[in-house]
Nanobody, 122 residues
Framework: QVQLVESGGALVQVGDSLTLACEAS????????IAWFRQAPGKKREGVSS???????YYSNSVKGRFFASRDNAKNTVALQMNRLEREDTAVYYC????????????????WGRGTQVTVSS
C-alpha cells in the first residue's frame, strides 16, 4: 500500500511557474497510475493530470499546454510542472494513486495525499 505526500505549493504571481512533487512516504509509486487533482474553495475536486505506468500523461483541457506531469519511479516521485499560472489555478492540489491509465475521475483513485496549497495572485 502506497502513502503519498505532496510538496511544493506556494504563493506565486500570475504568469509564474511552479513545480509540485508527489512522493511515496511508504510503498512505491511504480505499480500505480498517479494523478493530480485540485480543489478550489466551494468547488468540486477536478482532475488535472494522470501519468500512466510508462510515463504517458493526460491532461484536462483547462491545463493542457501549460502543465506537464512526469514520473521517476527510481526516485519514487511524480512531478507536476505548472507554467503560465492563472488565478483560476488557485486550489489545493492532491496526488492520488489508482489502477487505470487516462482516467481523471476521483472515484477511481484509492490512495490520496493530504494536499498542498497553490495560490496565484495578481
Amino acid at each position: 500500500q502506497v502513502q503519498l505526500v505532496e510538496s511544493g505549493g506556494a504563493l506565486v504571481q500570475v504568469g509564474d511557474s511552479l513545480t509540485l512533487a508527489c512522493e511515496a512516504s511508504a510503498g512505491t509509486v511504480g505499480p500505480y497510475v498517479i494523478a493530480w487533482f485540485r480543489q478550489a474553495p466551494g468547488k468540486k475536486r477536478e482532475g488535472v493530470s494522470s501519468v500512466c505506468l510508462g510515463g504517458t500523461a493526460y491532461y484536462s483541457n483547462s491545463v493542457k499546454g501549460r502543465f506537464f506531469a512526469s514520473r521517476d519511479n527510481a526516485k519514487n516521485t511524480v512531478a507536476l510542472q505548472m507554467n503560465r499560472l492563472e488565478r483560476e489555478d488557485t486550489a489545493v492540489y492532491y496526488c492520488a494513486a489508482g489502477p487505470t491509465c487516462g482516467v481523471l475521475n476521483p472515484e477511481d483513485y484509492t490512495h490520496w495525499g493530504r494536499g498542498t496549497q497553490v495560490t496565484v495572485s495578481s
